[in-house]
Every structure is written in C-alpha cells, then in structure tokens.
C-alpha cells in the first residue's frame, strides 16, 4: 500500500501494539488500584484484565474511529468497555459450571486463583464499570449498541447455546448461530461504537457493522482451526480442548480445510463492505488480513 | 396527612400496589417472551423477575419523579433497570458458590430450576438489559447513578465483604459497609434516578440520596429483623437463615432491641432531610413509615 506524503507508514502488527499500549494505559487510570477496598474484588478484577489480551476489540473500535475521523480521546472509553465486557465474558465462560476451564492465557483462571464467588462477582463488576465508562461519553446509542451485543440475542445468548450444543451432534446453523452470537455481535459492536463515536453518518456505521461481522466471524473460525493445529504452548490453553469436550465448531462440522476456505471468504467479503464506503479504510483493511494469517 | 382539593388520598399500601402494577405491565414490554430463542435464557430470566417482588426500588423512583414534577414515562425506564438488577443480584447472590440458597420467595431459587449455567447467565442478562433500558432515557447521568451503585464501591463490593465475613465475628463497621454498599445503595440510587430523570436540580438529588440512604440501611436492618421473628412461610425463605449462616447482620452485633431503635431512629433523619427539600415529599414520608412497620 503506497503511503501519502502526509502520512506515516506503520505495520499491522506495531498498530496492533500502539493502540493495546494505549488501551492498557486508559484500563489501569480507570479501574481501581488493588489496595483499594475491596481488595480482593479489585485484585481479581485486574488479574483477568491485565492477562497479555491481545485487544483486538479495542484496536478494532480505535481504527474504526479514525477511519471515520474521529476526533478526540473519547473513543478509549469505548475500547476499555469492550475490553472489559469481554474479560467478563471469559471470566464466566472459565468457571467449573461452564466450560470448567483451569488455564487461559497460560495461567490458572480466576476461580482457580480467587475462588468461584469472587470470580463470578469480578466479572459482574467488570459488565457494570463498562457501562459506567460509556457512560462518561454522553452517547447513549454508543450504550444501547454494547447492550445489544451483549444481551440474550448477542453474546449471552450464544454462550447459553453453546453449552447446550456441548457434546451433541450438531449442523452449521447451530455453529453459525453460536459463533454470530457469542464472539461476532462484539466484534461487530466494536466496529459500530468506533463510528458512533466519531459521528459517521447511519449508511458508514452500517457499512461498518457487516465488516465487523464478517472478520467477527472468520476471526472465530481461525480461533476453532487454531485450537486443533497448535500447541498448547502457542496458545497458553489446551490445545485441543474444544474437540475433547465436544464442542460445536466449524472444523468439527464441515473439516479443517472447508473452515479455512469459509474464513477466507468470509475476510474477502469483509473488504468488499468495506471498500464501498467514503471513509479511509487502510488500517481495518490490514487488521482484517492479520485476523487471517494470525497464528495464535 | 390532609389532602389538597386538587388531589386525591390513596393509602401507601394502594400507591406501592399501583406501582408494582405498572412496573410489571412494564417489564412484560422490554422482556423477551419466552417462545424467543434461546427458550431456556428467556424462562430463567422471567422466573425470577416476575417472583412477586415488592417492586420497592421502582416505586421509591416513581415517587421521587413525582416529588419533584417530573413529567412523562422515562421513569418507567429506571423503575425496570432497578428491578432488573435487583432480581440480578438475588440470582447471583443464591448460587451455591455465594448464600447456596434453594428457596426465595417461597419458589424454588434460579439455578435450583434452571442450573448454574443458565442462573449465572440470566443474572448477566439482567444486568445487561438494565443498561440497555436505560439508554433509551437518553440521561448518561442515570446511567453512570446506576453503574455507580452496583459497582465494586457499591453492591457488588457489599456482596464481596459480605461473603467474606460469613462466620467470622465481625463489629457494627463492617455490618455497616455491608449493609450500606449491598442495600442502601441501590434504594439510594433509585431516589436519584428518579430526581434525574425529573430534572431536579443538584441540591434536591442530593438530599433525596440522603434520604434513600438512610431508608436503604434502616430497610436493611427490619430485614435483618424479620429473618429472627417471622415464621419461615412469612418470609417466603427459610426464617433464622442469617443466623444459621453465621451472616453478619445488625441483631446478631447490636441485638433485637438496639436494631429496632436503629432503623426508627435512620428513618427520622431521613424524614429530616426531605423536609428540607422544596419539593412535594409526601409519598415518600408515607413509604418510609411503611418501610419500618412492615411484617414481611
């Protein structure tokens, strides 16, 4: 990609890092510190947060605010609320009535450094700081939008499916409904609160939000091929883990090699929604091709 | 109380009666039915919030908006947000991993009907729907009330402490953090929110939070009460429960007598500070009259 005079050319990779450098500099001013009382609570809170996320969701929403020329600091209250809502969503997914998970990240999960009841409330504190965050935006559509994503026809409803699927022999509607809900409606929300920050007019943050879903969705199909071709070193999980539990998965449904061509498709596709947009959309364009070759 | 010829004399009883009927008439509108996808969420979500609750957080808003002549429905929007994470914070607080509660409300507790997964998930649903609801005031300002309330320095922090002090032997400070972050707050928060969704100016909301300070805490400590003197079909829970647990509650570190002083005593301040207040204070005075001579 040839870069105008006016402007600095920088890998996927160093914006991925600048903008996680930023967010996690805006999350440690705005949750409380661990002597805080009460310590515990504010401990495992932060425990999860500051786990080396990669923050997708954050950059994601940072690169959809400047691709509409956003103006201003406001869209970091949006990348720590996703941040946040989504921490509380591994949280709860981890715990032993869930997906009973001992490793995230390559270590223990939170019930298993703080117990069961301070791990379930850590996660309900990290839901009500996100909406408290929001709420410092004075955008109430930006709220309304994270909500939606989140409710029981976003991500909640997607995680209930999927622990209903568990071990059963399921299609890929039940896979498409459970990966749309659980892991794209956020990703996509991301991509919405950006522009809604920025102020882009309805035509860009629907444009937007059909990106977001597409690389939503194919970031969750590379997540499910991930976990069956590398090591469980790569991933600081075990590998492996949603094919032993039997969970509902794209490659478990139509192959691994199927999986990565409906990843792929879907990434292109992604761009084309993008490209028929009049904003600059350089920086999505290449996150949406790293979300392709990532290895873990 | 003598009553103006413009207005008209209901008993406290018929105006909590009548907002309970309308908040629920409310809350049937913003929950999914439970034919919506997924079933089980919808079921587990509606079973607890329509469990026969009171309905007093929605009726200490209403009459707030009233107080100070708020104009409109939007106080319909934070009478549901509060009863939304009330019921969130019944669900979450009866899990086996925090009170492991299997009867409220003379029914059987969420996740004893549902399971774990499934009570841990609509609790989350809960919360999040509150936010979504609150949004659609389009007042930021009510949404960061409630955010604040629930938060790890207010219930949530509350239920943290409370958890931990279960069994020990603990004084009247930290009963009071306990009581004062896991109850006050919220009926707090509902006085506020009502007076912001009103328009009230700055010194009337603050003094209307003193006073759902004041009543929160005194609600608290009759609650405490009632678990050692009702009989367990009374409370619709197993009576003596706190007791049982080892809870640190008011009569167990100041006894019976000191208590009942106690709350007569927090609801005379609080009838203080809304006398101070230019605003039509009736009801209110009316509700916390109510809220000390109640018997379940």
């Given at each position: 990609m040839s870069v105008p005079k006016n402007q600095i050319a920088i890998t996927v990779e160093d914006y991925l890092k600048q903008a996680s450098l930023r967010v996690n500099a805006a999350l440690e001013r705005h949750l409380p510190s661990?002597?805080?009382?009460p310590a515990d609570l504010h401990r495992a809170v932060r425990y999860s947060t500051f786990?080396?996320?990669?923050r997708l969701r954050p950059a994601l929403a940072m690169a959809s605010f400047e691709a509409c020329h956003g103006i201003g600091d406001s869209v970091l209250l949006a990348a720590c609320a996703l941040e946040m809502t989504h921490t509380f969503s591994l949280i709860h997914d981890d715990l032993p009535s869930m997906d009973?998970?001992?490793?995230?990240r390559g270590r223990p999960t939170n019930h298993k450094v703080f117990g069961e009841a301070i791990a379930i409330l850590a996660g309900d504190s990290l839901l009500v700081y996100a909406f408290e965050l929001l709420a410092k935006s004075g955008r109430p559509e930006c709220i309304a939008t994270l909500a939606r994503a989140l409710g029981t026809k976003g991500m909640l409803g997607g995680q209930v499916v999927d622990i209903q699927s568990e071990g059963k022999k399921v299609g890929l509607e039940t896979v498409n409904y459970i990966h749309n809900h659980k892991t794209a409606a956020l990703i996509e929300a991301s991509l919405v609160m950006g522009a809604q920050l920025a102020g882009a007019d309805e035509e860009v943050i629907a444009g937007l939000g059909a990106f977001g879903n597409r690389i939503g969705l194919a970031f969750q199909i590379v997540d499910d091929v991930l976990d069956l071709e590398q090591t469980t070193e790569a991933l600081g999980k075990d590998a492996g883990s949603d094919l032993a539990k039997g969970k509902a998965t794209y490659p478990a449904v139509v192959g691994i090699a199927a999986s990565k061509d409906m990843a792929r498709q879907l990434i292109d596709e992604a761009k084309l929604e993008l490209r028929k947009?009049?904003?600059?959309?350089g920086t999505l364009e290449l996150i949406a091709d790293y979300i392709i070759t990532r290895v873990h």
């Open positions: 661990e002597t805080e009382a786990a080396g996320g990669k009973n998970d001992d490793f995230r947009l009049p904003i600059q959309g």
